[in-house]
């Protein structure tokens, strides 16, 4: 340019060489940097009657699609979740594009794509929960996971098609890699749950290899956690001096139970059996905590609820308070080290270790919470065993039972 670097300028330069080379209405997006005069030049292109932007055309704002990465279902669910709601002006680029050799983009292009991004959002959102850090969520990993394989199944089963059968096989052949069975901390996780315990896992997990379709001996696996659980109840019982026992009852959290977890009620009214006393006090605990039915609170918090019932339980309260306190995953902490490398870099090389550990945890903080707010995860932590599972996914599976 010749003339003043003026944002009239720069405006007029740059639809003249739109016009020079046909690019007027092919306007995509436009990447500047922080120059006053390219603001002021971008305010006098909008003006311009004779460029058309493409996404003001279909009434879309400007949007930084994310990239796939094989490795990650995330990945993808993200760049889905973008790429769909861009669709109308992708497709009619790409076309427009590939006009000389016929290959298009279709509606059927596009609802496989809506089926693949379905299936992974419940896999998105489960990975938020496991990744969020500042509520327990151990607990809710069986839980979790059951959802992602009830809507692999049931998308399976709605999309008998090739294309998307193929894809959700491979899917189940890779969950059953790392999810044919728990580590035990899961389950006792879940055990600790007043709403879920003993029955109520053996159900849960009765359902989940039934969705899996595969042969697992859960009666086997759920006592041997069991007998961890009892084992830890000794060794802590050793340390820990029993409280003199009080009574807690609460309004019910859960309402009407669904089926699944229905089925782990005792039969009775709910009171306490005087047959689970034993000669260790720890052994009582466990016994008494096992066989009696609990009236939560509407509002529930797992660990709010341990602590109210600590002196009635003492040790289980113990362990329950030392279990939720583990990740469900390792996602937070490996995010930790990847902030950690792009906070110091060989351009930010002489920042402190003050400094260093206060922009990874206020960058780790922040994020955490609105990935929390986002997806709501306080609601599912409070909520997780509400009647969406059972309706959603296992209604029709044990209505007969009910």
Known sequence: MEEAHNGFNIKSSLVSCCKNFHLVDKLFSISLDNATANTSAMQFLKEDPSIKLVLEEYGLRKKVIALDTPTRWNSTYKLL???????????DMYNESRATDGQFITNDHWSLAKIVHDVLETFDN??????????????????ECIKIICTIKQTSLANPGAPVKRLLDNMKVKWCAYFTEFPPIYAIAAILDPGVKLKGLTN?????????????DVPYYVNNCKRILERLCEDYGAVIQPQPVGSSMGTSRFGILGPILKKSRPDGSGSSSSSSSSSSSSNIGIGEYLTYQFETEENFHIIQWW??????????????????ANPASTIASESAFSAGRRVLDEKRSRLSFE??????LYASQDKNHEDGVRNGVGVVL????????IETYCKSEWEGDC
């Open 81 to 91: 979740h973008d790429a769909i709601a861009y669709r109308d002006v992708l497709t």
């Open 355 to 360: 400094s260093i550990e206060m922009c990874v």
């Open 204 to 216: 849960l997990l009765t359902f989940y290899y039934q969705q899996l379709d595969v042969q697992f």
């Open 126 to 143: 489960a990975t938020h929960i496991f990744s969020y850090v500042y509520e327990p969520n151990i607990h809710m990993v069986i839980l």
């Open 307 to 324: 602590k109210n019932h600590s002196s009635k339980f003492p040790v289980l309260a113990r362990i329950a308070k030392d279990i939720l």
């Open 382 to 389: 409070d909520e997780r065993l509400s009647q969406e599972i």
